[in-house]
């Protein structure tokens, strides 16, 4: 008691401010009230994680079709947080009880509304869920496998080189000279222009932030493949090309809003074989056991949005394929490399035999055998067209060449 000898006040857990011993009843009370609120909190915080965090995972993905974009589960943790202050904020119309009995039986309308308040936190909780659920499936925000407004969207807007987008680019490749079959290390040090910061944050763009596309002068050899940051700060990559001559690597990532193309020529020593120009082949064609034939409107136009479309079917039976699944949140990714120009479009495929036109839909868990895509020539001339797809965990890849008008 806090009247008492100070030797006693300083050995004691709790002091009573004052000689009323009723300050017991009222100190036993708010101290089960606080631990009462605490379990709440503790429930509320692990309840928007323990489900959302896993949906925004992909958990739901493979049965049901169904993701979430990671910013709404950003958000969740934000709704976690309201509930939590808040019914904490309660205690602050803490009042002391009448006598222990108020303790032990609390009142019938101190426990209706007790459990009114939580029902109405975890209906709120879930019409926003619901809600922000809904928008996303809707288009109206991104998915999973993208951040930003593109979603699962394709790269429609025109990339842009990394000055337009205030980005500093430092390549190099290490060993500087190499030979076909050495493996050689590509670096990117990204810096803001502005502020001259490191970038080492950048968005996923199709579940990775940085797309690494590289091809040869005569579109033989292609790889497609992807760098990540180190503790330094520096994107890096290594690759081992496999013929000699002069290769062009389109590097693409999101920064600010917008898709940044970056253009480097890696130049590989030894004997270039001659190689004459590209021969148109629409023919199918087959890898790892699953042949694809590509399917094209007529006569293709410059200028013009041509629609394609994939089937694919085994190669040894004969029969559609119908168990792809998802290659980097897309149902195909194509690489288009014009003859000569270098002309560059990295974009992606749909399910199914309709052409997309903007914002394309998430791919389901397993679909096929066709696959769509829509692009624009920008010139007359040959293209080379490469398509990679998602087959029982193996990346497909198979390459056409297609004349423009």
């Known amino acids: 008691i806090g009247t008492g000898a100070d030797v006693a006040v300083e050995a004691s857990d709790i002091t009573l401010v004052g000689g009323d011993l009723r300050g017991v009843v009222t100190g036993i009370a708010l101290s089960r009230r606080t631990i009462t609120i605490i379990r709440q909190n503790l429930f509320w915080a692990f309840a928007y994680n323990v489900i959302l965090v896993p949906v925004a995972m992909g958990a739901l993905y493979p049965a049901f079709g169904v993701q979430l974009n990671p910013m709404l589960a950003a958000a969740a943790m934000a709704m976690s947080s309201v509930s939590v202050v808040t019914n904490s904020l309660r205690l602050r119309g803490f009042t002391p009880p009448r006598d222990a009995n108020a303790i032990l039986h609390p009142a019938f309308g101190a426990r209706v509304r007790e459990w009114g308040y939580l029902a109405a936190i975890a209906l709120l909780a879930l019409a926003v869920g619901l809600g922000a659920f809904w928008v996303s499936q809707r288009?109206?925000?991104?998915?999973?496998?993208?951040?930003?407004?593109?979603?699962?969207?394709?790269?429609?807007a025109a990339p842009v080189a990394p000055v337009a987008a205030g980005v500093g680019v430092e390549w190099t490749a290490a060993?500087?000279?190499?030979?076909?079959?050495?493996?050689?290390?590509?670096?990117?040090?990204?810096?803001?222009t502005r502020t001259g910061r490191a970038i080492t944050d950048l968005p996923l763009e199709h579940e990775r932030p940085m797309h690494l596309v590289i091809v040869s002068a005569d579109l033989a050899q292609f790889a497609h493949i992807h760098p990540v940051v180190d503790a330094d700060g520096v994107w890096s990559v290594m690759y081992a090309p496999p013929a000699a001559g002069a290769y062009t690597l389109y590097t693409e990532f999101d920064y600010n809003g917008q898709t940044v193309l970056d253009r480097r020529e890696?130049?590989?020593?030894?004997?270039?074989?001659?190689?004459?120009?590209?021969?148109?082949?629409?023919?199918?064609?087959?890898?790892?056991?699953?042949?694809?034939?590509?399917?094209?409107?007529?006569?293709?136009?410059?200028?013009?949005?041509?629609?394609?479309?994939?089937?694919?079917?085994?190669?040894?039976?004969?029969?559609?394929?119908?168990?792809?699944?998802?290659?980097?949140?897309?149902?195909?990714?194509?690489?288009?490399?014009?003859?000569?120009?270098?002309?560059?479009?990295?974009?992606?495929?749909?399910?199914?035999?309709?052409?997309?036109?903007?914002?394309?839909?998430?791919p389901p868990a397993a679909f096929g055998p066709a696959v769509s895509f829509d692009t624009t020539f920008?010139?007359?001339?040959?293209?080379?067209?490469?398509?990679?797809?998602?087959?029982?965990?193996?990346?497909l890849t198979v390459a056409y060449v297609v004349e423009v008008r």
């Open 266 to 362: 890696l130049r590989v020593n030894g004997n270039v074989a001659e190689s004459g120009p590209l021969t148109v082949n629409q023919t199918p064609q087959t890898a790892d056991g699953v042949t694809v034939a590509l399917q094209a409107p007529g006569a293709l136009t410059a200028g013009q949005e041509t629609a394609f479309t994939l089937t694919a079917t085994d190669a040894a039976t004969g029969q559609p394929v119908t168990d792809f699944a998802p290659y980097l949140g897309a149902a195909a990714h194509i690489v288009i490399v014009a003859e000569g120009s270098g002309d560059f479009v990295h974009t992606h495929g749909e399910a199914g035999t309709q052409a997309h036109s903007g914002e394309m839909a998430a």
């Open 175 to 192: 060993p500087a000279v190499t030979t076909p079959g050495q493996a050689v290390t590509l670096r990117y040090r990204l810096t803001d």
């Open 378 to 395: 920008a010139a007359p001339g040959r293209y080379k067209i490469w398509a990679q797809f998602n087959h029982h965990g193996q990346v």
């Open 139 to 156: 288009g109206g925000m991104s998915n999973m496998t993208d951040s930003g407004s593109q979603g699962m969207a394709a790269m429609s």
